[in-house]
């Protein structure tokens, strides 16, 4: 366990390191220059030099990524290109938020996912069954954006029941965690469904049934257990991409959180807020990943570390 | 006074109306305005975008600034100036009274050290070209020094400027935002995070910043102008959707749509009868074309450009975005000084084009590349012009960018047509120069410049420093007639096609009151701050 442990704290180093110098690289390789963002459109040649001294974006690529390493290495994430403030704060600044509206949408994906697999598994090639996956279908293929606006304009513009947009009660996150939660609770659904009929034709469920017990305990007790293993796995995934914002949602709903940031920050190549983000983002794979791993042989013991 | 009174009257009438319907959300007094993006800084030395340009001009003022809803300059902070007569030298006076938030009273110092603190490049101010009259600009901006020679406080009531050249802007120049005093005890102390805790001394000062939620101004108890600001508190949202502002606004817990109708909308909202009076529409000093670098073939031939200016059907265009634009046929917008609204242009005429093609020696055509920015309706329009341009035997591929890669290829001449929509030039002072040094001018042709047509007229640019040497007021309509005929020549030259200029549509909700004009107010976007009121 511990061995497992450092072997993988010691893979993310490599990892991480390996995040940022796609990032960077990337970040050089647009078609576009930062300093003439900043400079704007006033800015003698001069003013532009300037600016890109001070920055230290006229030394060699390298040396830049030496010295964002060594800077990084002491915590500090560097400054705004625009917005001149720390990164750290500005992605401090969201990370509540951000928190939020993932354990909002997670708990949505495993309410919606959950139920609607495991109905449809054990209602096998029913029309209930069918239903649930073609909705579920619709589900994952609703673009958020018109789903959002949908959810708003029913839930908050016409019943009145949710505010719309803005944050600060949970009134505010039950619509832009429940947006994430219908397109995600869609996946969830699709891969428990099928992780549940695996399960049910196993042995020991057959043992199960034989022996008498209610078929609500074979399935929720018995069958689950074994069958929920990919969902963990899953949620790993989805803090990830969660952490690295989720852009159309915050943007419908005036959600505060990340994806507003690095969108912003993309289209004016604010490098190192870009950076701070992805690697705010690689870390939370990185953290939910192992955490997945860790949970594991908790649910099934056969797993071990 | 008339004025004054008949706003009382209309508040009074709204509020009876307010009384008898429902509360409104926000309190008396107080507005909310919404914007997508964040803010980023609130320093006048750095701000530079959509949301903080006017929300600085609330929190600071300036030597100069202009009449509310007008382009007509008049002293602020300055209580009087003088231009000597041979226009290299002004001398302001400054006002008795007006004073920083923090309470200390303005000097003729914090003029100096706020000038010379945007053009240190240490600041990395994108503002710091506008000085490069003021004497001295070229050591300082070029870190040899950190004072510019050619600003005197001559008493602490007093401040001169010795310019290099005439500059008849130069008064615009000094209501631009990064002219405005800042302090320097209160600079010192923040460092880097002045920007985002701003101690300026404007009409509002700032109350609270959280950020990517909310900027709070409040009152500036001990503003110098009477009766000023007319709100006690702004509160503006951030990171909202302009489809969700609108129907926050139609349930009235919103005031201003900062980023405007959503144009998906704009038909809709438009032509519905509930929002008569709501909507005041206004110029807006933008012009929206198409560049041709003069550099490269086929575009060296003047006759290739003026069949493009030809072949562009301007006024569907206009309708591809829903009428929320004017027909242009030269560079300046129809509400800036020395726009001329005798010139026809080039009328839209096909045939005329092809006969033009086939003289420059391309009876077929040829293949060229159109940029454009991506976002929406820029794409849609660049398609336009490229099938106008097809019917005329021209070949375009699109190349539809992010902004930033768009400038980069015009500024490094790579591109050989532009349209220029999401990138174009909003002025950024009401002044004709404006539209001509970065943009049309030779100084603009450099690598990483603005001036993606790389047009360079070396008897233009004389014909510019001379009007721009007309700095006597007395001179103004003179001065705005040799602006004038630039322009007409650069049309006979034709290196941009000027396709139109976007109207401004400022929605308010019904309690915002106000003179029309200052919704639409031509330096102050989306309103004027200061001057709008609510029903109380």
Not at chain 2, 297 to 303: E, G, S, T
Request: proline letters at 6%; hydrophobic letters at 45%.
């Amino acid at each position: 366990m511990v061995r497992f442990l450092l072997s993988r704290l010691a893979q993310s180093v490599f990892i991480l390191i390996g995040v940022t110098m796609i990032t960077f690289a990337l970040a050089f390789l647009v078609p576009a220059d930062p300093v003439r963002m900043i400079a704007g459109r006033n800015a003698t040649p001069t003013v532009v030099e300037n600016i890109r001294h001070q920055l230290g974006l006229d030394r060699p690529i390298p040396v830049q990524y030496a010295s964002y390493l060594t800077r990084l290495a002491q915590g500090d994430l560097g400054r705004s290109y625009m917005q001149r403030t720390d990164v750290s704060t500005l992605i401090a600044s969201r990370l509540p938020a951000t928190l939020l509206l993932m354990a909002g949408a997670i708990f949505f994906e495993l309410l919606i996912g959950l139920s609607a697999g495991i109905w449809a598994a054990t209602r096998r090639g029913r029309f209930s069954d069918k239903a649930v996956m073609v909705a579920s279908f619709v589900g994952v293929s609703a673009p958020h954006f018109l789903l959002g606006l949908l959810l708003l304009y029913v839930f908050a513009n016409l019943l009145g029941l949710f505010p719309l947009g803005g944050y600060g009660t949970w009134r505010h996150l039950v619509l832009p965690a429940l947006t994430l939660g219908i397109a995600g609770g869609g996946w969830y659904g699709r891969v428990m469904r099928s992780s549940m009929v695996d399960v049910l034709r196993q042995d020991y469920i057959r043992t199960a049934r034989a022996k008498g017990l209610k078929e609500r305990k074979v399935v929720l007790v018995h069958a689950l257990r074994n069958a929920i293993l990919p969902i963990v796995a899953m949620i790993g995934l989805d803090i990830g991409i969660f952490m690295s914002g989720a852009v159309v949602v915050e943007s419908v709903y005036g959600w505060p959180g990340i994806g507003q940031l690095a969108w912003q920050a993309i289209q004016v190549i604010d490098i190192p807020i870009i950076m701070g983000v992805t690697l705010t983002a690689a870390v939370a794979i990185v953290i939910g990943n192992l955490v997945a791993d860790l949970v594991t042989p908790f649910i099934d013991p056969r797993v071990r570390l | 006074m008339r004025r004054i009174r008949s706003m009382l009257l209309a508040a009074s009438a709204a509020a009876l109306l307010a009384a008898a319907s429902p509360a409104p959300a926000s309190a008396a007094g107080s507005m909310v305005v919404t914007y997508k993006d964040d803010v980023s800084t609130l320093d006048p030395a750095i701000g530079y975008d959509w949301q903080n340009w006017s929300m600085i001009k609330s929190l600071f003022d300036g030597l100069m600034d202009y009449k509310p809803g007008t382009t007509e300059l008049t002293p602020d902070l300055a209580e009087s100036y003088e231009i000597s007569p041979d226009g290299t030298q002004y001398t302001f006076k400054l006002r008795q009274g007006a004073k920083f938030h923090n309470g200390r009273e303005l000097t003729a110092e914090d003029v100096k050290y706020s000038i010379e603190r945007v053009v240190n490049p240490k600041t990395q101010s994108p503002g710091a070209g506008f000085f490069g009259s003021i004497k001295g600009w070229e050591e300082v901006s070029g870190g040899q020094s950190e004072t510019l020679s050619g600003i005197t406080v001559v008493d602490p009531r007093t401040v001169r400027f010795d310019l290099s050249r005439p500059d008849a802007t130069f008064l615009h120049v000094m209501a631009i935002n990064f002219s405005f005093p800042v302090p320097k005890e209160e600079v010192d102390r923040l460092g880097a995070d002045f920007g985002k805790s701003p101690v300026g001394n404007g009409a509002f000062k700032l109350a609270e910043w959280t950020l990517g939620q909310r900027v709070v101004f409040e009152r500036n108890p001990d503003y110098w102008k009477q009766g000023l600001p007319k709100l006690d508190r702004i509160e503006f949202q951030i990171g909202q959707e302009p489809t969700v502002a609108l129907l926050r606004l139609q349930r009235g817990e919103v005031d201003i749509l900062g980023d405007g109708i959503p144009p998906a909308r704009f038909l809709e909202v438009k032509n519905d009868p509930a929002n008569e009076g709501l909507i005041v529409e206004g110029g807006q000093l933008h012009t929206g074309y198409v560049t041709m670098n003069v550099k490269t073939p086929p575009f060296d031939n003047v006759k290739v450009r003026q069949a493009v200016n030809m072949a562009i059907n301007k006024d569907r265009i206009v309708k591809i975005i829903n009428n929320r634009a004017v027909p242009a046929n030269q560079p300046l917008p129809p509400s800036m000084p020395g726009y001329d609204k005798n010139y026809k242009g080039y009328a839209y005429d096909p045939e005329g084009a092809k006969k033009l093609l086939a003289e420059a020696g391309h009876p077929n055509g040829f293949e060229t590349e159109l940029y454009a920015n991506n976002t929406d309706p820029n794409p849609r329009i660049a398609q336009a012009i490229q099938q106008d341009l097809a019917a005329i035997g021209i070949k375009a591929n699109l190349k539809t960018l992010a902004q930033s890669a768009v400038i980069q290829a015009g500024g490094e001449g790579s591109a050989p047509m532009i349209w220029s929509g999401g990138m174009a030039w909003i002025a950024d002072f009401p002044d004709p120069s404006n539209f001509y040094g970065p943009i049309l001018g030779c100084g603009g042709a450099v690598q990483g410049g603005w001036n993606w047509a790389w047009y360079c007229n070396e008897e233009l640019d004389k014909m510019a420093a001379e009007a721009d040497a007309l700095t006597d007021p007395a001179k103004k309509a003179e001065r705005e007639e040799a602006w004038r005929k630039i322009f007409i020549r650069i049309m006979e030259d034709a290196p941009w096609a000027p396709v139109f200029n976007e109207q401004r549509f400022t929605m308010h909700a019904p309690r915002v009151q106000g003179d029309e004009a200052l919704f639409v107010d031509p330096v102050h976007i989306p309103v004027h701050y200061d001057d709008v009121s609510v029903a109380q």
